[in-house]
């Protein structure tokens, strides 16, 4: 059984580096949804797609974030400008757009530690 | 807007029983799930409530009252490996999109 797998899991940049985080859903989910948390506090929606089109977005999501979904698979956050207010985990989470029932399934996330 | 407020911290020892409760505002509102998350790990579902009630999953349970905007984790029987944080998480906009609490941090000890 695959879950939720993203890449890389520690990322450790320099303040005004370009970083890109990637995110393999299960592969039959056609929602992708990709949250930040920081330590002590609950994950925070930044935005979803369904299949490949992105359907929300927070206004957490500045313009220097950008995430795509091409061809519905795989999905890619990309954060330009880092700053050290970006240092946090980045998770992706993926499920059925089935309705009731609301199981989210998360990866192990991506560490960004911007410096 | 969404809000959710949960306890930060519960201390509790092992083979007791203990309730993590969580409020919400939100504007629209479609369930209330609970997700546990070890240090360093992702959060994993436990459990999910659409209507009024309690449901059981083994050794877990999950009420909620709509009219009360209340809900709360209950876990019995509590292990060593319990200890983790859990968050509660409304979904304001259908049923997958989940706006997420602070979290409690459940410590668990001899």
């Known amino acids: 059984d695959t879950g939720v797998s993203q890449d890389p899991r520690h990322k450790i940049t320099k303040r005004g580096q370009n970083v890109t985080f990637r995110c393999d859903p299960i592969?039959?989910?056609?929602?992708l949804y990709w949250y930040r948390q920081t330590l002590g506090q609950g994950p925070e929606f930044l935005t979803y797609?369904?299949?490949?089109?992105?359907?929300?977005k927070s206004r957490l999501l500045s313009d220097r974030f950008s995430a795509e979904r091409p061809k519905g698979s795989f999905s890619t956050l990309e954060i330009q400008r880092t700053e050290q207010g970006d240092s946090a985990m980045y998770l992706c989470?993926?499920?059925?757009?089935?309705?009731?029932?609301?199981?989210?399934?998360f990866g192990e996330g991506s560490w960004l530690t911007v410096v | 807007g969404q809000s959710l407020e949960q306890p930060s911290e519960v201390t509790a020892v092992e083979g007791a029983i203990v309730q993590i409760n969580c409020t919400y505002q939100?504007?629209?509102?479609?369930?209330l799930s609970w997700y546990q998350q070890h240090d360093g790990g992702a959060p994993t579902f436990l459990s999910y409530?659409?209507?009024?009630g309690l449901e059981e999953t083994g050794r877990f349970s999950s009420f909620l009252s709509r009219s009360d905007s209340y809900g709360y984790l209950l876990l019995q029987e509590l292990q060593m490996k319990d200890s983790a944080s859990y968050f509660c998480?409304?979904?304001?906009?259908?049923?997958?999109?989940?706006?997420f609490g602070a979290g409690t941090r459940l410590a668990v000890h001899p």
């Open positions: 989470a993926s499920s059925l757009s089935s309705g009731f029932g609301n199981t989210i399934y």
């Open positions: 592969s039959e989910h056609n929602r």
């Open positions: 797609f369904q299949n490949e089109a992105q359907l929300e």
């Open positions: 939100t504007s629209g509102f479609y369930g």
């Open positions: 409530n659409a209507l009024d």
């Open positions: 998480a409304v979904s304001p906009q259908g049923y997958n999109k989940l706006i």
